[in-house]
């Protein structure tokens, strides 16, 4: 079994949609994945999959109930997969973040050896052949214990001056933490670029950055994923409708078509990293 994290150095990159996709995509290759929200202090994957669980991981981390409660089986949602998928939510009660945000090395010490305990029983009782992590943006003691557990880690990016200097900065702050299977993922790129070819281009800019702005030379560059305009236009009906009290189901978008862009660069990005493992 191997653990990856998925980060990023600021909120609003599509880190946590590139991590549902990413889990979903996994299963429709047949493999066993779960999926853990470990943005304890602004947990949103059960808004993404449409789950209001008995039990979170909080309840876990606190000693009320067992693993396997917080456990939400989702295969049954995997269009066309022969995989399991599973997953973990944390609570997004104002108080249970309110805890989080007061979170101490102590309590983050004993939060790790749960996380380690995740990790055994995920491969032993469930078999699981991918553990998702999906972090809490930016530094912070739940972040370092994801990297401690994980064998793989996958930071998003935007393409932009603010975002790339950000990621650069955090990057060396966690130059210890950061194995040598990490890379960088580009997310929501303008799918012109695409079609004009600018992207091979921008490549070499993107790796020549990594290299001189890293004082260690182990992220590599994963790829590009591409904005998708129908997914744009959908989500803006679907906050439409939010906001007017009506309930969404936020679609999984390589669950709706494996033909358009995102799908395809995800799916690519999904080969390469599973080639690796």
């Known amino acids: ?45 059960h ?46 009660s104002s108080s249970s973040i309110d ?29 699981i052949d991918y553990l998702l992590v999906d972090t809490s943006p930016g530094i912070g003691l739940t972040v370092v214990n994801s990297f401690i557990v994980s064998e793989r880690i996958i930071f998003i990016v935007r393409f932009s001056k603010v ?7 955090m990057l060396n702050g966690f130059k210890e933490s950061i194995n040598e299977t990490s890379s960088l993922v580009v997310n929501m790129v303008p799918p012109k670029l695409f079609d004009e070819g600018r992207h091979l281009n921008l490549e070499q800019v993107v790796k020549s ?13 994963g790829g590009w994923i591409p904005t998708d305009r129908k997914f744009v236009e959908q989500e803006f009906e679907l906050a439409t409708q939010m906001i007017s009290g009506y309930s969404v189901e936020i679609p999984i978008l390589v669950n709706e078509s494996m033909e358009i862009p995102f799908s395809i660069a995800l799916n690519s990005l999904c080969e390469k990293l599973t080639e690796s493992s």
Request: glycine content about 8%; charged content about 25%.
């Open 1 to 45: 079994m191997e653990t990856w994290s998925i980060h990023s150095a600021k909120g609003g990159v599509g880190k946590s949609m590139i991590s549902v996709n990413l889990a979903f995509l996994l299963a429709k290759k047949g493999y066993n994945v779960c999926i853990i929200d470990y943005d304890l202090a602004a947990p949103n994957l």
């Open 163 to 169: 975002d790339i200097e950000s990621t650069i900065n």
């Open 99 to 127: 805890e989080m945000m007061k979170l101490d090395e102590k309590k983050a010490t004993k939060m790790l050896r749960k996380l380690i305990s995740i990790k055994k029983i995920m491969q032993k009782e469930y078999q």
């Open 209 to 221: 950055v990594l290299q001189s702005g890293f004082d260690r030379q182990s992220i590599q560059f």
């Open 47 to 92: 808004t993404y999959l449409g789950r209001t669980p008995r039990h979170f991981l909080n309840d876990y981390h606190n000693n009320s109930v067992e693993l396997g409660d917080c456990i939400e089986d989702l295969s049954d949602t995997v269009h066309l997969g022969g995989g399991k998928l599973y997953a973990c939510f944390s609570n997004p």
